[in-house]
Nanobody
Framework: QVHLVESGGGLVQPGGSLRLSCVVS????????IGWFRQAPGKEREALSC????????QYVDSVKGRFTVSRDNAKSTVYLQMNSLQLEDTAVYYC?????????????WGQGTQVTVSS
């Protein structure tokens, strides 16, 4: 069982930045890909990016490309989502999840989510 815990959400003004953290079970980053997702009220869950265990260049959904960056710190068993130039439409609950690969395998373990609210 992989455990994931997100943190770092909060209230930020448009144009601001936040860094979300996803702390995972020990050794998880060696074997699992970590994906970032979000879900806004009344909307379907959106996949934002995924960081594979082999550190292949992560892909980003068009809506966050150029503004969001994923990274990892293996020593801290943590994956980060750096969010810059935040917009009102970025308001959502953000989740990290684990899968054996970024493509072709289901994300079977999820964190509890962290709320990001972009508002003036």
């Amino acid at each position: 069982q992989v455990h994931l815990v997100e943190s770092g959400g909060g209230l930020v003004q448009p144009g601001g930045s936040l860094r979300l953290s996803c702390v995972v079970s020990e050794f998880t980053l060696t074997y699992y890909a970590i994906g970032w997702f979000r879900q806004a009220p009344g909307k379907e869950r959106e996949a934002l990016s995924c960081l594979s265990s082999s550190d292949e260049n992560p892909q980003y959904v068009d809506s966050v490309k150029g503004r969001f960056t994923v990274s990892r710190d293996n020593a801290k068993s943590t994956v980060y989502l750096q969010m810059n130039s935040l917009q009102l439409e970025d308001t959502a609950v953000y989740y990290c999840a684990a899968a054996t690969s970024c493509r072709g395998s289901p994300f079977g373990s999820w964190g509890q989510g962290t709320q990001v609210t972009v508002s003036s």
